[in-house]
């Protein structure tokens, strides 16, 4: 995979925050993982650093995308789901949940959040939307689901069931203590959201001795760390909700597409997708 160099304005001005190229991010790095070209030497640095200790991240950040995927499709087709809250948004790429949702509810909203500077300049790929619907972009941090609850409430109905996605993004949260900051942001999430809501939770856990490896190394790098958890971790922040089946598991057992190509059963990561009773 090659990235191309992205450039950001000389001036960067109140709505282009500037962008440290000289530390490598996860969303580009992520973004170099699934073939994108909004990314720097130094992530494609990183990215490749990784992966030579790691070689299963290129497997693990696809079948993520594909997750995704099988995810907003059940959401907006068997569950009837009609609002998607999509926090950790990452950077756009094919098939994001606007995307995908609207292709099975044309009159779905999705509000997407994110705090990098690099998605918030590319905001504006992820705000088209069919005529029916609506898409809008949230500036927020992860660990202050009130201002997000608060502006995600300008474009959603809180009175009405809402799909809240968290995609590769609870890893930010440090775990060193336990999990209960992580537990308490779903937590304060889903409680402002009304019976009916869907949580739908992928991330990295802690059963792959390559994975761990290579997470340690990129820890020490200088980048915003990343926190791998226990797969019981990740089952626990479901508690109070209706798993649906097949309940939380590698996600490429989550409900599989018929595929003609072999993916690897457990690359690491885990999934699942629960129902606010």
């Known amino acids: 995979m090659t990235g191309s160099d992205i450039t950001p304005p000389d001036d960067p001005g109140p709505e282009h925050p500037k962008i440290d190229t000289t530390v490598p991010h996860s969303a580009r790095i992520w973004n170099y993982w699934l073939g994108g070209k909004d990314n720097y030497p130094v992530d494609r640095a990183a990215g490749e650093a990784f992966r030579q200790v790691y070689p299963g991240i290129t497997d693990l950040a696809r079948g993520s995308r594909y997750f995704l995927g099988r995810v907003v499709r059940f959401l907006a087709g068997e569950a009837g789901i009609r609002q998607f809250l999509d926090v950790g948004t990452g950077l756009p790429t ?6 995908i949702a609207q292709r099975a509810a044309p009159e779905s909203r999705i509000v997407y959040v994110d705090n990098d500077p690099l998605v918030l300049m590319h905001a504006n790929a992820l705000l088209t939307s069919s005529p029916e619907g609506v898409t809008s972009y949230i500036e927020a941090d992860l660990r202050d689901p009130g201002t997000i609850i608060r502006e995600a409430a ?3 109905d809180l009175g009405r069931p809402v799909a809240l996605l968290l995609m590769q993004i609870l890893g930010h949260i440090d775990n060193a203590g336990g999990d209960e900051e992580a537990r308490s942001i779903v937590r304060r999430l889903m409680d402002a959201l009304p019976p009916g809501s869907y949580l739908a939770i992928n991330d990295s856990t802690d059963t792959n001795p390559a994975n761990v490896e290579a997470t340690r190394r ?5 980048s915003a760390p990343y926190h791998l958890r226990r797969p019981e971790q990740i089952a626990r922040l479901f508690e109070g909700l209706e798993l649906v ?6 996600i490429n057992e ?12 457990d690359e690491g990561v885990l999934g699942g997708v629960a129902r606010k009773p």
Do not use: A, C, I, K
């Open 154 to 156: 300008q474009t959603l």
């Open 218 to 222: 990129y820890n020490e790098g200088g």
């Open 245 to 250: 089946e097949p309940g939380v598991v590698p």
């Open 94 to 99: 094919v098939d994001n949940t606007h995307e």
């Open 254 to 265: 989550w409900r599989p597409d018929p595929s003609p190509f072999e993916t690897p059963s």
